[in-house]
């Protein structure tokens, strides 16, 4: 699967721990990211992630295209709703799009998880 990985930078340290704890999974798929979300999850992990610009440059729009031509499968993207961000506006295109398009989408650490560990039962089902 393709899955893209965004947070906003009060839930970096959330999506770095989280990719940590579900490194082995998320190894086996081929992995996107905004710009500074991406390059903070590589240094912390063995995970190779292909990086789009940052969200406010306008990496969440790049995703959101990808998203538009059926090239994305998945999206965690950890949201600050306590934070106005300068391109709310692109973060709520990309959110739309993925409802446009059906896309599993995390806006929050509990759910990403679900999703991960739904990842993991395909994997076995898959092998047994
Ligand atoms: O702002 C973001 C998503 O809207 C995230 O972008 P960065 O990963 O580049 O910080």
Redesign the pocket.
């Known amino acids: 699967m393709k899955i893209a990985l965004?947070?906003?930078?009060k839930k970096?340290k959330e999506i770095i721990r989280i990719s940590k704890e579900y490194e082995e999974i998320l190894s086996k798929h081929e992995l996107f990211?905004?710009?500074?979300?991406?390059?903070?999850i590589m240094k912390a992990t063995d995970l190779k992630i292909h990086l789009?610009?940052?969200?406010?440059?306008g990496?969440?729009q790049q995703i959101g295209a990808r998203v538009s031509e059926g090239e994305m499968d998945m999206i965690i993207?950890l949201?600050d709703p306590l934070t106005s961000?300068p391109?709310e506006p692109?973060?709520n295109a990309?959110i739309r799009l993925s409802d446009v398009y059906e896309i599993p989408l995390a806006t929050n650490k509990s759910t990403a998880i679900l999703l991960f560990k739904e990842l993991e039962n395909l994997a076995k089902n898959r092998l047994s």
């Open positions: 965004i947070a906003h930078d970096k990211g905004t710009g500074t979300t991406g390059t903070k789009f610009k940052s969200g406010p440059l990496g969440d993207f949201r961000q391109h692109d973060v990309l």
